[in-house]
């Protein structure tokens, strides 16, 4: 057998062999955030900054807490909270490892309602009477500790809460976005894998456009203010299709 058939026959083996990414080469780097530095927030865009009391990168962890001042630090309907964030475009998933605690105690669970932490993304577009985003939390919502998933479109947001124990007050959150679908998963403390949520495990957005604002946010709704949201990361990776959204 010659040399150029040897050749020939390993390109062709290596066009036919399945082809799968590394998970270094999944992750967006560029874009993810392991928060080891306190200067990583200047590689982050801020809405709402004024509505916090504490951002700042401390132990390796973000942290966030909300400031007296607003009369309302919520995302629903035109309300939005403080959002910190970059631009993702295409498909994706974004991915938060975090924890929600009380600012009083840190390690307590927050009682007033809608007092969360969790991922939103967000069409940039988006303005009074016409805010488009999804978000997906754990916390404190209403009369129940639990998460929340809610897609808000013209400013109209519908949402459903999923009761959980307070045991599961840290863990891993997963948005995976495929086209005009997101979808919605979590990984708490007292689960071994990642769940898909159950009622709403698709939202359809057909208005969305490519490139959409994607990051981390806080909901300090019911008074006392009590949110204290440390994220330990935020991971974006590549993704082709659904059958990709649950891979490490």
């Known amino acids: 057998m010659t040399t150029t058939c ?49 951002l700042k990168i401390e132990g390796g962890k973000l942290i966030l807490e909300p400031s007296k001042k ?5 995302w629903y309907q035109d309300d939005q909270g403080p959002f910190v964030y970059k631009n993702i475009k295409g498909n994706f998933i974004v991915e938060v490892k975090l924890k929600i605690g009380s600012i009083k105690d840190a390690n307590e669970t927050p009682t007033s309602q809608f007092n969360s932490a969790g991922i939103v993304v967000r069409d940039p577009r988006s303005k009074d009477g016409k805010q488009n985003w999804v978000m997906y939390n754990i916390g404190s919502q209403y009369m129940e500790f639990g998460r929340e998933a809610k897609t808000t479109e013209n400013s109209s947001s519908s949402l459903n809460i999923y009761a959980t124990s307070r045991d599961n007050s840290s863990g891993k959150l997963r948005i995976c976005r495929i086209g005009k679908k997101l979808y919605l998963y979590h990984w708490l403390t007292t689960e071994s894998k990642w769940h898909p949520e159950s009622a709403y495990e698709e939202f359809h957005r ?41 891979a490490e």
Not at 70 to 74: E, G, K, L, Q
């Open 70 to 74: 607003p009369s309302r630090i919520a």
């Open 206 to 246: 057909n208005d969305f456009q490519d490139e959409l604002q994607v990051g981390m946010i806080i909901n300090a709704s019911g008074r006392p203010r009590e949110t204290h949201a440390e994220f330990d990361y935020i991971k974006f990776f590549n993704v082709k299709d659904k059958s990709g959204c649950l």
């Open 6 to 54: 040897i050749s020939g026959l390993l390109a062709l083996a290596f066009i036919i062999m399945p082809f799968t990414l590394k998970a270094e080469e999944r992750v967006f780097s560029a874009q993810s955030d392991e928060f080891n530095s306190p200067a990583n927030l200047e590689n982050w865009s801020i809405i709402n900054k004024e509505q916090l009391k504490t």
